[in-house]
């Protein structure tokens, strides 16, 4: 479960940088759990191009939060902000709140 999370925040961030093709087929992978055998079927391709266009995508999406870290960068704001609300110490919010604004 934990990999199909990170999937779709790795797809919300970068899914944009993915030809037409791939957001298609990626999307219906992770966002409809089509099977490689339907995947297959409906792009006319093979299981195993299905597979390899898959693990492509994977590892591009992957390349590009290396590079660029906004799924990490998101992860570490909404921490923050889940830590202020509960926070009721003025100062402390006050500090928390300017760690976000120096991460943005």
Do not use: W
């Not at 339907?38 to 590079?67: F, N």
């Not at 923050?80 to 100062?91: K, R, S």
């Amino acid at each position: 479960m934990e990999k199909i999370a990170r999937q779709c925040m790795l797809y919300d961030f970068y899914g944009e940088l993915l030809t037409e093709h791939q957001r298609r087929v990626y999307e219906d992978a992770v966002f409809n759990d089509m099977s490689l055998s339907e995947l297959a079927s409906e792009y006319g391709i093979s299981r195993q191009g299905v597979h390899d266009l898959m693990k492509r995508c994977d590892k591009t999406l992957e390349e590009y939060e290396s590079k660029l870290q906004l799924v990490a960068r998101f992860g570490k704001v909404k921490e923050t902000v889940e830590a202020i609300q509960t926070c009721d110490d003025l100062p402390t919010i006050k500090q928390m709140a300017g760690e976000i604004l120096e991460e943005l």
